[in-house]
């Protein structure tokens, strides 16, 4: 257990609709890194959240948008959302930016 | 970030040691090397990491050659619960670096009875 949790653990969506994904770091950590994981591929790295500022993005479109609270919680928010968005979600946090990143479970999104 | 080549499978006897190579002949003289497992539908895993010198924790061995431009994950005994997706990644370090992971195919390892 890494410490790191995210919620949902599933869901379903159409396609157009809007996601709320939500992270919680392991204590101490101030980095957070978002990851998308189509079946079969390995992860892609979206963007990154640095003591609530973005630090780095991947090469995905601004509906994938994203924040992070004072206590280092984040969420990824998906706007407009198409079938190709069905993926695995991972969170992992980071005692700061660059250093070691710890994963969680991650929410499985389902556009129908 | 430099790229790194590993194979595609690999299998080994439970109980054995398992050897998971990775090439990363383009590597930067302050990049580390990062390895991470992935177990079907679940979160990768963080097992270790090294920048030069050879590396060991209560999980695994890291093994960088002299010249930096391969390494070698060993598992000393494997188990069923070993088989995954093993991700060697090579990428800067600190906080001036977003340390964005990225993940290649890796090599789905199979530890067999």
């Known amino acids: 257990e890494t410490g790191v949790t995210q919620s949902p653990t599933h869901l379903i969506k159409t396609r157009g609709q809007q996601v709320t994904l939500r992270c919680s770091s392991q204590?101490?950590?101030?980095?957070v890194s978002w990851y998308q994981q189509a079946l079969g591929q390995g992860p892609q790295f979206i963007f990154q959240?640095?003591?609530?500022?973005?630090?780095g993005r991947g090469n995905f479109p601004p509906r994938f948008s994203g924040l992070q609270f004072p206590n280092y919680s984040s969420e990824l928010n998906v706007n407009a959302l198409e079938l190709d968005d069905s993926a695995l979600y991972l969170c992992?946090?980071?005692?700061?930016?660059?250093?070691?990143?710890?994963f969680g479970p991650g929410t499985r999104l389902t556009v129908l | 970030d430099a790229k790194t080549t590993q194979p595609t499978s690999m299998d080994c006897a439970e109980g054995r040691a398992a050897n998971l190579p990775c090439n990363h002949s383009?590597?930067?003289?302050?990049?580390?090397v990062y390895w991470y497992r992935q177990i079907h539908s679940q979160g990768p895993q963080y097992i270790i990491h090294?920048?030069?010198n050879n590396e060991t924790n209560e999980m695994a061995s890291l093994i960088i050659t002299e010249d930096r431009k391969s390494s070698t994950l060993i598992l000393p005994h494997a188990t069923l619960r070993d088989t995954a997706v093993y991700y060697c990644?090579?990428?800067?370090?600190?906080?001036?670096?977003?340390?964005?992971?990225?993940f290649g195919q890796g090599t789905t390892l199979q530890v067999k009875p």
């Open positions: 090294g920048l030069k």
């Open positions: 383009t590597i930067s003289g302050n990049e580390y």
């Open positions: 990644i090579v990428r800067g370090h600190g906080s001036s670096n977003t340390g964005k992971l990225i």
């Open positions: 992992a946090s980071s005692l700061s930016s660059g250093m070691a990143q710890f």
């Open positions: 959240y640095y003591r609530e500022e973005e630090n």
């Open positions: 204590s101490g950590h101030n980095t």
